[in-house]
């Protein structure tokens, strides 16, 4: 639990999760099996308040994160799908990983942002460039909504490896549970793959099923 929490507190998390989705022909359930085993979150797109007008693009790649509580995740799940990936936020923090901020359009604070980050004066080099990736300007654009601080995200610019240990829980439909811990239990027997037996959560749960999984005693990871 991260310092200055109560264990009360079901509106906080300790987790934050990356969901993945359907991607050019590639199912999410597929693309949750090939991070897993690479051991590698990719950050295929840029973000943030930056991702157009940095000298390099590129550097505003990022791995996306949610700390929506965990017994709360039906909301993101309906929106990406039933799997992800769940880490600890202490460990996200050692990679580099941080919450997102959120600039409304238009208000003093997004306005010296921008002002910061004018590529006329901003070269690559300027430090601006290595928090725009952690800014997001809500508002209204052309007549359509931009507004997602209910994801409460959090980023990782750049590539994230991560070992099986690394890894809180797994977000899997509950009729699979058993079926994907018999696959990894089999995949360290055999030597054929890196095997998560950490807990694992649907997210659908409500807060006493979510508990009772994190709670039970998991076999070491590999």
Known sequence: MLKGYQKDWEDMSDYAVHFTKDIEGATAYANVMSILWDGLLKAINPFGMGRKKAPEIASQNVCCFSEVPLHL?????????????????????????????????????????????????????????????????????????????????????????????DVACLIIPEQFHAKARRFFKDAIKQHTGPGYLCPYVDATWNVDKVHKALRKNSAPKV
């Open 73 to 165: 995740l039906k909301r993101i799940a309906e929106k990406r799908s039933p799997y992800g990936i769940g880490f600890k936020k202490q460990f996200l923090v050692s990679t580099g990983a941080n919450p997102i901020l959120y600039a409304y359009k238009s208000s003093a604070l997004e306005s010296a942002l921008s002002s910061l980050s004018d590529p006329t004066n901003a070269t690559m080099g300027h430090p601006i460039w290595a928090v725009t990736p952690f800014v997001d300007v809500p508002g209204d654009y052309n007549g359509k909504p931009f507004h997602f601080e209910w994801e409460r995200e959090w980023r990782h610019v750049g590539d994230m490896k991560f070992a099986p240990k």
